[in-house]
């Protein structure tokens, strides 16, 4: 999901920009309240920060499709620091990322929307719903991780379709989406394995390290 | 002595190095490149506006000292924040 500089007309950067600031601007107030409120807080944003920052650069082959691509860690990162804040620590991953040649600068807001806020938000609201009907919580964290990672790839295609093909964006979208799925669903159920695997380590050892409270950052309630 | 946070790190180490090594592996007997698909749908999608190409505007780590080493410090350095603060949070009592 990392879109390079140069793809992207700069009408739509500046949209994706500015559907992203609000995001990051309530991030880094909840972040601000949680290192207030618990010691743990700052320790546990650092390693979902590094976290996210390796596991969406890691390129893992997919012998299958013949190519490689990566996860995207935020749905594991929201469910244990909230979606808020994690939406602050992908923006400063996908800035180092580039510098590691992956996505770019005028694309930066582009990047955050899909990975950081679609694939945050969409993974958590599957991992509050499954809660509500008591699902185990190893299995809501999984489908959080797989239904987050899937929804970034298909909302960079439509980022692409909008800005390169304003003419057939439909088709377009659905032709992006189906260039990514081959490679993107065996890593979605990698995403679930390691998902549902930390979290559920997480609320077995710290239970009270978990978000808890509702879109919001971190409570030890 | 190795302790139990420790033999866990290891084995999660190798078995993911062997998933990466098997997966590279099978794509190379494959005859397959093994590129990257954010940039094999990003260069489709190029070529069907005009005047459209990917650049960079800023010098990537990685033309510099190549990916295989760029990626392999950028690992390291994040393995450690992760590893150290995991172990503060997470560690037994008894390994500690």
Redesign the interface.
Known sequence: MHISDGILAPEWCLVWFAIAIPFIAVGVWQIKRGTKESASYLPMLAMMGAAIFVIAVWHIPVPVTGSCSHPIGTPMSAIIVGPFPTVVLSAIALFFHVFFGHGGLTTLGANIVSMGIVGTFSGYLVYLLLMKVKSPLWFAAGMAGFVGAILTYIITALELALSLNPDSVLSHWVLYSMGFMPTQLPLAIAEFIFTAGIVQYIADRRPDLLAKKLWGGFSSD | MIDRFTKTALVLMVVITA??LI??Y??YI?????????????E???S??AN????????????LVG?PL??TI??I???L??GY??T???RRQEDA
């Open positions: 998933i990466f997966g590279a099978l794509g494959g005859g397959h490149g093994m590129e990257g698909t954010d940039a094999m749908v990003e489709h999608a190029a069907t506006a459209v190409e990917a650049t960079s505007l800023v010098p990537a780590i990685t033309d990916e760029g990626f950028a690992g350095v994040a393995g924040i992760v603060i995991w503060g949070l997470f």
